[in-house]
């Protein structure tokens, strides 16, 4: 049972532009959502996370956007660029312990 | 030391081989997970430690999977009889607590694991 859905797939940005991923799960004990940049090679790296009693992070150029009642949160990155070229994990869970990790986005930003 | 190191970054068994996975978490996190990672796809969880003790091993596929954290630092993933299926990264994550409000892994590089 995949518990996060994680879409696209796959998404090619321009330099400077907005790159948005979204993710959707479905067990209502989760309560910690975190978002992992994985470059080739290397294990994911956290690059941040929410609890569901907030409804927006931000962090630098990275924003965490949730919205409980749906069940979805999304990741926006601003201004993106070359060097976030990279695949990204959004996961959940319960407890803080093990993490459900989504599919993953493979994120291309052209020069 | 400064990050997680898993060893050996590359593995190729035989089909049938044991083998065995290592990873040294940084020192003093208590808690270390082990995750698997097929091609193109994001890590599944396989098993928890707190400090020695083995809290969850739900995510094992199967018994010829086996870990353990003797001191509660080292732990070492063992497979043994190895299967086709088999063949993914390894991923071992520490974390300094058990919980808390900024609470967070670090993932090491990962062993690939190739069955032939």
């Known amino acids: ?111 | 030391g400064a990050g997680v190191s898993q060893s050996p970054r590359y593995k190729v068994a035989k089909r049938g081989q044991d083998v065995a996975l290592r990873c040294d978490p940084i020192s003093g996190h208590v808690s270390l997970f082990w995750y698997q990672q097929a091609l193109g796809q994001g890590p599944e969880f396989l098993t928890y430690f707190q400090n020695e003790a083995q809290l969850d091993k739900s995510g094992l596929p199967s018994d010829r999977f086996f870990a353990e954290r003797p001191e509660g630092s080292v732990s070492t993933l063992k497979i043994q009889r190895t299967q086709q299926e088999d063949s993914a990264v390894y991923l071992c994550a520490s974390s300094l607590g058990t919980g808390g409000a900024d609470w967070g892994y670090t993932f090491g590089s990962g062993t690939r694991l190739t069955v032939v």
């Not at chain 1, 998404?11 to 979204?22: A, M, P, R």
């Not at chain 1, 690059?47 to 924003?63: Q, Y």
């Not at chain 1, 660029?81 to 996961?91: E, R």
């Open chain 1, 1 to 111: 049972q995949q518990q996060v859905k994680q879409s696209p797939q796959s998404l090619i940005v321009q330099k400077g532009g907005i790159s948005i991923i979204n993710c959707a799960y479905e067990n209502t004990a989760f309560d910690y959502f975190p978002w992992y940049q994985q470059f080739p090679g290397k294990g994911p790296a956290l690059l941040i996370a929410i609890r569901p009693d907030v409804s927006e992070k931000k962090e630098g150029r990275f924003t965490i956007s949730f919205n409980k009642s749906a069940k979805q949160f999304s990741l926006h990155i601003m201004d993106s660029q070359p060097g976030d070229s990279a695949t990204y994990f959004c996961a959940a869970s319960v407890g803080r312990r093990a993490l459900t990790f989504g599919s993953g986005t493979r994120l291309q930003v052209q020069p």
